[in-house]
């Protein structure tokens, strides 16, 4: 079994190093995260798709379709995100239950690009910004062995508004700070990174799509994972899945 697991482990490195790394360029003027694309800084970034399909079948563009920018400064990475989505659906009121279900965007770090197993542990997050923009991860066990399932409203500022043109993208704003491994949820003095020109991270982005139904229809990502036993969607275990952001200036 562990040598499997070793096997494994190869693979997905390999498959990480294979991926390349996209840049980051440092935003020299703020940007306001108020869900409105105009900031300037925004014009010197390029965009990224999300079109990786991860869980389920034959999606339309009208169902969803999503591009993303990411940027920089000492104290944060932002991210605009434009979404097609036909039906925006939060069938859940509480953050913290079933939240992959909902309608939600799921940014993956891994803010000293590591790689490695991080379900149960803070070695990278995997953010579920709800359409509330509160963001949920998996946190350590509860002593009984259950999930533990926490909201890091902290780390993120989130804002997203419908665009005032047809056919009314979802513009969404994030800001991202970022915590390595040593984040516990019981010290709140833990400081986030400075980031700086040349810093690697782990990053991924992805959508869960829901448009009605009891669990989500489309999970789609914006790396091309490579399935292991016909599964893709490995991310919320392991950042050796992640694709690598280089910070610019
Ligand atoms: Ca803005
Ligand atoms: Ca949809
Ligand atoms: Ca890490
Ligand atoms: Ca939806």
New binding site residues.
């Given amino acids: 079994m562990a040598n499997y697991f070793k096997l494994l482990t190869t693979v997905l490195m390999l498959i990480s190093l294979n991926t390349l790394a996209i840049e980051a360029k440092k935003a020299n003027e703020p940007i306001k995260i108020d869900g409105i694309a105009t900031d300037a800084s925004w014009l010197l970034a390029k965009w990224h798709p999300i079109d990786n399909i991860i869980l389920g079948k034959d999606l339309t563009p009208e ?2 379709s999503g591009k993303y920018k990411i940027m920089w400064d000492e104290q944060q990475l932002y991210l605009l995100v434009e979404i097609t ?3 925006l659906f939060d069938q859940h009121a509480d953050p913290r239950h079933l939240y992959w279900d909902d309608d939600a965007l799921e940014i993956f770090i891994d803010a000293d690009a590591s790689g490695g197993n991080h379900q149960f542990n803070f070695n990278a997050f995997a953010y579920h910004i709800a359409l509330d923009n509160q963001a949920v991860d998996i946190g350590e066990k509860n002593a009984d062995g259950s999930n533990n399932f926490v909201l890091l409203n902290d780390h993120i500022t989130s804002k997203w508004q419908r665009s005032e043109n047809p056919p009314y993208n979802v513009v969404w704003e994030v800001a991202v700070r970022l915590y390595d491994d040593s984040f516990t949820m019981s010290d709140k003095k833990t400081q986030p990174m400075k980031l700086f020109t040349g810093k690697k991270v782990g990053f991924m982005l992805a959508y869960c ?1 829901n ?1 009605g139904s009891k669990e989500r ?2 999970f789609i990502g914006s790396t091309d994972i490579k399935a292991v036993n016909g599964d893709k969607n490995l991310g919320y275990i392991t950042a050796d899945v992640f694709q690598h952001i280089i910070l610019k200036n």
Avoid: G, N, T
């Fill in positions: 169902d969803f989505d036909d039906v799509d448009d229809e489309h």
